[in-house]
C-alpha cells in the first residue's frame, strides 16, 4: 500500500508593502521664480499691495512680533516685494513693535531696479496721527533715501516741524489721514506700487477705505493659539472677495498671493 501523498504547503502571507516615504518637502521657489511669480504687469497704475505673515489658526504675531513667524524663504520673499515697490508703507505702530530701521537693497537689486525704470531704492513711509516718533530713530537715521510721513494738520506742530528736518511730511487737513489722498500723492510723486508692510490698523483702514488691490500672504506651519490679533482689525467692512493667482509651497511656508476679486 502507498504512503498517502503529504498535503499541500500552505500559501505564502501575502506580503506587506512598506509604507511610502514621506515626501520631500517642496523646493522653496528661486528668488528668479518669485520675481516671476509677483511681476506687476501695469507698473503706471497705482497698486496697493500688501504683505503679511499668519499661523495656521490666524495668528499675526508670537510675543508681540511677526518675525517669529516668518522662515528665510519668507524673507526671500520680503526681498522681492520690496524690489518690486516704489514706496514701502508702514503704521506708527509696525515701526516701533518691529524695530525698523532703514531698507536698503543690495546692490545687485538696485540694479536691476534702475535698468527697469525703477529708483535704486524705495523710500519708507509711515502713517502717524500723534508723530510720537523720535526723529533719532533708525527709521531715519539708517535710511537709504529720505523716508515719508504721512500725518494731518491737527497733529503736534512741534512735532512736524521736528520731522521735517529729516524726512518728507505729506500733511492732510483736518484731524484725520485721508489714504485715499495719500496714494494719489504717492503716484503724484512717481511712486505708484505701494508696498504695506503693516500693521493690522493700517490694513483695516486701507480696507475702510477700499484701497487694498492686493494681498500677497504668507501662511506659516506653526500653531500659536493665545490672543494674537488677526492681520485686519478696525471698521467692519462689507466682505471682500479676492481672487487666488497662485499657491506656492516652500518647505513650512506657503505663499498665497490674492487680487480683488
Known sequence: MSAAPDPPAAP???????????????AAPTRAAMLGAYAIDDRATPRVRMNFVMSLDGAVTIDGRSGGLGSADDQRLMGV???????????????????????????????????????????????????????????FTQASVRPIVVTHSASPADRRSALAEVAYL???PGDAVDLRRTVDEFAARGLPQVLC????????ALLAADLVDELCL??????????????????????????????????????LRYTRG
Not at 18 to 25: E, K, N
Not at 92 to 116: D, H, S
Not at 247 to 252: F, G, M, Q, R, S
Open 81 to 139: 516685494l520690496r524690489a518690486l515697490a516704489d514706496v514701502i508703507l508702514i503704521g506708527a505702530g509696525t515701526l516701533r513693535a518691529e524695530g525698523y530701521g532703514g531698507v536698503r537693497l543690495p546692490a545687485e537689486v538696485a540694479a536691476w531696479r534702475v535698468a527697469r525704470g525703477m529708483a535704486p531704492q524705495p523710500p519708507l513711509a509711515v502713517v502717524s496721527s500723534r508723530l510720537d516718533i523720535d526723529p533719532g530713530h533708525p527709521f
Open 218 to 255: 504668507s501662511l506659516s506651519s506653526v500653531l500659536v493659539s493665545g490672543h494674537a490679533g488677526r492681520i485686519a482689525t478696525g471698521i467692519e467692512v462689507p466682505p471682500r472677495r479676492m481672487r487666488l493667482v497662485h499657491a506656492l509651497p516652500a518647505d513650512e511656508m506657503l505663499f
Open 170 to 172: 505729506i500733511v492732510h
Open 197 to 204: 508692510e503693516g500693521g493690522p490698523h493700517l490694513f483695516g
Open 12 to 26: 505564502d502571507p501575502p506580503a506587506v508593502p512598506d509604507p511610502p516615504a514621506a515626501p520631500d518637502p517642496p
